[in-house]
């Protein structure tokens, strides 16, 4: 009975830390979406005519509002659930990465440009002698997977990967990773205007200023030593982001000693330079000039382990 009280506790802990730990804008969007679908469970209305990006409507009776609510709606458990498990790792990486303000500027670019996208293609595949679709102007469209797409654009724009995985299978160029996703571009219309939605984003003069301040902060994080956040690894969610940077680990300092002499890491660096400046840089802090070419031989010419070494031997009193 306490094991199992003891293993719920556990799991609500861990479903609260990792629900906590999601930024702002993405726990925000992952709300919003399973909470319009229990609010559809719970009361029955399955029917999302009036919200769902129909492209008829949405042109010749201006209902525009469709744009933005279609993604925030879905159809079934399994539908909310795939979108929301690749949406989450993404969103995350790419908030923690360009800011919330950012992420939410593209996340609506998004959402504008690949809806009108997708009501441009379906009155191109209207007027088309080859009927692709029965009626395509009469389509509802609804979920947050076009948006999605989108975003796996970005994503790979920064991964700064040459090749990703699709599903573990085979590698393709990073470039061409959020098509090759598209098994069937036809077939799956909002994945591919929200992809198409996503690369347009991109050319905005004001969306390129903040990527460059975004590029900006990755690089400030790169030489600090800091690791990069990101998002989960290459699925749906594409994670290139979450590769992290080495860090940066300074050269060891020798202490005080009984000399009374310090050296800063600045002089030992430019000591590294050569065996005759290592070697100088040790007769300078007051070592035996033939201990010290014995230290600088044993650590294989690295001053900051020679100093520690002479250190060391001259609190044995050998030095």
Not at 107 to 131: C, F
Not at 203 to 208: H, K, L, N
Not at 215 to 230: F, I, L, T
Request: proline letters at 5%; charged letters at 10%.
């Amino acid at each position: 009975m306490n094991n199992n009280v003891s293993s719920q506790a556990s799991i609500v802990t861990t479903v609260q830390v990792w629900f906590t730990s999601i930024p702002l804008l993405t726990r925000s969007l992952l709300v919003l979406c399973v909470g319009l679908y229990l609010v559809q469970l719970l009361t029955g209305q399955d029917d999302l005519s009036f919200v769902c990006l129909a492209p008829a409507a949405t042109v010749t009776q201006l209902q525009v509002w469709r744009i933005i609510t279609s993604p925030l709606f879905h159809v079934g458990l399994l539908h909310v659930a795939f979108n929301m498990m690749a949406f989450v790792p993404c969103g995350s990486g790419l908030e923690r990465l360009l800011g919330t303000l950012l992420l939410a500027h593209h996340v609506v670019l998004v959402m504008l440009l690949g809806g009108a996208l997708y009501i441009g293609a379906s009155w191109i595949l209207a007027v088309l002698p080859i009927q692709l679709f029965r009626d395509p102007l009469l389509g509802c469209g609804v979920g947050l997977s076009g948006v999605v797409f989108g975003l796996i654009v970005l994503d790979t724009h920064h991964s700064g990967v040459s090749q990703r995985s699709i599903f573990g299978l085979f590698n393709v160029p990073a470039r061409v990773y959020p098509w090759a996703l598209l098994v069937n571009p036809v077939q799956g219309q909002g994945h591919t205007t929200g992809s198409m939605g996503g690369a347009s984003a991109q050319q905005i003069p004001p969306w390129q200023a903040a990527r460059a301040a975004a590029e900006a902060r990755m690089a400030k994080q790169a030489s600090g030593g800091r690791s990069v956040p990101g998002a989960a690894g290459d699925s749906l969610g594409g994670g290139a982001l979450g590769a992290s940077h080495a860090a940066q680990t300074p050269p060891a300092q020798p202490r005080a000693s009984q000399l009374g002499t310090r050296s800063s890491s600045q002089e030992l660096s430019q000591a590294s330079s050569g065996p005759e400046a290592a070697l100088q840089s040790l007769l300078g802090m007051g070592f035996d000039e033939a201990v010290s070419r014995q230290a600088l031989q044993r650590s294989g010419g690295n001053p900051s382990q020679a100093a520690e070494y002479l250190l060391s031997l001259n609190k044995q009193g050998q030095a």
